[in-house]
T-cell receptor, first 109, second 119 residues
């Protein structure tokens, strides 16, 4: 049980921002929110993680709701190379990752 | 090497054949995980090692699946008497406990996987 809910697919235009939502309404106080993405024919790769505060790194930003029941992964300027399946995962930093089906992101040129 | 290496990249096995899939984790990574990914699905957890100890094998689908990591580095996933339903991509990931560091060193690092096709 992945314990997160994501849309099956989303589309975005190239060079525009993308907001990928995730619901995790049963999240516990110690659970982190992690995002991984999987490009075609590759293994998943880490994108970003957070606990309570919003986070930024070179790849993306993570906006976490105040009640922590939802979060949004933000790609500030999508490129064709960002087309992938994006997985939102909740858990402790050292827990085994339980993947759901993720959101397949299509980027339109 | 810089990443997690898996071999072979592709494997075709006849039904009933035994196969062995190899994973070379990042040097020094204590934790190692195996996942199975069917077409169009997210990866599913198979088993977890911390050094040479197999701490969780709850995801292994049957007793035909066996994993080992005898010296706490390289790991092998063995599937005996392969069946068509075993056809999938098998992914290996490694990490350091505590996810030391920040991007891009945090979290699990996955290999590109071994695509197993049973015919």
């Amino acid at each position: 049980d992945a314990k997160t809910t994501q849309p099956n697919s989303m589309e975005s235009n190239e060079e525009e921002p993308v907001h990928l939502p995730c619901n995790h309404s049963t999240i516990s106080g110690t659970d982190y929110i992690h995002w991984y993405r999987q490009l075609p024919s590759q293994g998943p790769e880490y994108v970003i993680h957070g606990l309570t505060s919003n986070v930024n790194n070179r790849m993306a930003s993570l906006a976490i709701a105040e009640d922590r029941k939802s979060s949004t992964l933000i790609l500030h300027r999508a490129t064709l190379r960002d087309a992938a399946v994006y997985y939102c995962i909740r858990g402790n930093r050292d827990d085994k990752i339980i993947f759901g089906k993720g959101t397949r992101l299509h980027i339109l040129p | 090497g810089a990443g997690v290496s898996q071999s072979p990249r592709y494997k075709v096995a006849k039904r009933g054949q035994d196969v062995a899939l190899r994973c070379d984790p990042i040097s020094g990574h204590v934790s190692l995980f195996w996942y199975q990914q069917a077409l169009g699905q997210g990866p599913e957890f198979l088993t977890y090692f911390q050094n040479e100890a197999q701490l969780d094998k709850s995801g292994l689908p049957s007793d035909r699946f066996f994993a080992e990591r005898p010296e706490g580095s390289v790991s092998t996933l063995k599937i005996q008497r392969t069946q068509q339903e075993d056809s999938a991509v098998y992914l290996c990931a490694s990490s350091s406990p505590g996810g030391a560091g920040e991007y891009p060193n945090y979290g699990y690092t996955f290999g590109s996987g071994t695509r197993l096709t049973v015919v």
